[in-house]
């Protein structure tokens, strides 16, 4: 069977991962399966450079095949921020303290001023070959309180005005329909199988 190491801890993520690739006869692996995970210093300036770290320490320490992802959420009225400090806006890893940051930053944005763009990148490595490297992205805006139960992250606040739905208000199928990471994956999935025969 195929296999894909997902370079990420993040389930969120992953299941995102697998509700595309496992479809595809992929057998799909994240770093939570593994019994020792290599340490990962994500300090690239932007999203493609750390998915590049990630996914290239991963494949040379662990000599196999690995997709990393590496997003954010960028918000124009404050600049692009959180950016690529999205994970860890709020300090810790915590989705709940990073959406009420966000919220409070933008206590006083008007509606029409609360638009953002989710990002992400995507990096596959293999041993001896150049990366292949895709991007995503989707526009749309931040409410001024959480709705919707699914998803991770930022999901709750990230509001779609032509589906008047949060990404939390979306099924898994449904958000990688319109998603960043759905787009991006289906540029992978359009690049893939030339990038492993050429290079
Ligand atoms: O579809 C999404 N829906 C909601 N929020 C999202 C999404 N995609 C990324 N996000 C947020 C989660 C995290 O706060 C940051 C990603 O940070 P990022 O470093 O790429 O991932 P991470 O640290 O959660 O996992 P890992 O590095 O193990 O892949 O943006
Ligand atoms: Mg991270």
Same mark, same amino acid.
């Given at each position: ?23 595809? *006869? ?25 998915? &590049?770290?990630? !996914?290239?320490? &991963? ?11 590496? +997003?954010? &959420?960028?918000?124009? !009225?404050?600049?692009?921020? %959180?950016?690529?400090? +999205? ?22 944005? %008007? ?24 991007? $995503? ?13 699914? $998803? ?7 509001? &779609? %005005? ?9 099924? %898994? ?5 319109? +998603?960043?990471? *759905?787009? !991006?994956?289906?540029?992978? +999935? ?10």
């Amino acid at each position: 069977m195929k296999k894909i190491l997902i370079a990420t801890k993040n389930e969120g993520k992953a299941r995102e991962f697998r509700a595309f690739f496992e479809p595809k *006869g992929f057998k799909v692996e994240t770093l939570n399966g593994l019994k020792e995970v290599p340490e990962i210093i994500e300090n690239g300036q932007t999203f493609e450079e750390n998915a &590049l770290i990630k !996914a290239q320490s &991963l494949t040379d320490v662990l000599q196999t095949v690995v997709v990393a992802d590496d +997003s954010g &959420l960028m918000v124009d !009225a404050i600049g692009g921020e %959180p950016g690529i400090y +999205s994970a860890r806006y709020a300090g810790d890893h915590d989705d709940n303290a990073n959406n009420k940051k966000l919220l409070d930053k933008l206590r006083d944005v %008007p509606d029409e001023k609360r638009t953002a763009t989710f990002h992400t990148s995507l990096v596959v490595t293999r041993i001896g070959k150049n990366p292949l490297v895709v991007n $995503g992205d989707v526009k749309g805006k931040i409410l001024k309180k959480i709705r919707g139960d699914d $998803g991770f992250g930022y999901d709750p606040l990230f509001y &779609l %005005p032509e589906l008047d739905k949060t990404f939390a208000e979306l099924t %898994p199928a449904e958000k990688n329909k319109v +998603s960043h990471r *759905g787009r !991006a994956i289906k540029k992978l +999935s359009e690049k893939f199988d030339d990038w492993w025969v050429k290079e």
